[in-house]
């Protein structure tokens, strides 16, 4: 008998675990249909939202950047083609050396980071950040497009931009 009172309490509690996930899937579609949302890049997130986003982002390349193993680059020829594609393809948005706006820089939300002015002591976290992209946040994945080396030549740059002087861009950039 008490057996039967057991497993009656579990089918209850399961249901009610079922129903509230229902619900709870029911609600989040009609949030999504209903459009009410501002997804605008002009507009910024609510606090709620940017925290889930954030948290997401964090533990998604936290997950996956671990198998990464480092090949940072000494050689400056390889630092100076980092130098180049980074002139190329991220200064628009991430910036440089002497460089403090960009005709892109303002209509980009979530804003992205001036590189020229952080310090990116995980490299593994660069690199594939570099090769894979974030959704939703207009940075590509230059994996399509650059081999693994290009990369950790971008990477190498990046590490050592902050110490640069705006002249010593230019000049390894070609700018």
């Known amino acids: 008998m008490n ?10 509690i399961l249901g009610v675990i079922g129903c509230t996930l229902a619900a709870c899937a029911i609600g989040a579609g009609l949030f999504v249909e209903s459009g009410v949302y501002d997804i605008g ?3 910024h997130h609510t606090q709620i939202v940017l925290g889930v986003i954030e948290q997401l982002r964090e533990r998604s390349i936290g ?5 990464i193993e480092l090949r940072y680059v000494e050689d400056p ?17 991430h910036l440089a050396p002497g ?3 960009s005709e892109i820089r303002p209509g ?4 992205p980071p001036n590189l020229a002015q952080e310090d990116l002591r995980d490299g593994r976290r660069a690199f594939w950040i570099i090769k894979h992209g974030i959704k939703m946040s ?4 230059w994996g399509k497009t650059l081999d693994d080396a290009a990369i950790w030549d971008l990477v190498s740059f990046v590490r050592k931009m ?3 002087t705006p002249e010593t861009y230019r000049q390894i950039s070609r700018q």
């Open 138 to 141: 207009a940075m590509p994945a």
């Open 77 to 93: 020829e390889r630092i100076a083609a980092g130098a180049q594609h980074y002139a190329a393809l991220c200064a628009g948005c």
């Open 108 to 111: 980009l939300y979530p804003h």
């Open 162 to 164: 902050p110490d640069m």
């Open 99 to 101: 460089v403090t706006k």
């Open 41 to 43: 890049a002009d507009d």
């Open 3 to 12: 057996r039967m009172i057991g497993s009656a309490k579990i089918g209850v």
């Open 63 to 67: 997950v996956r950047d671990r198998s």
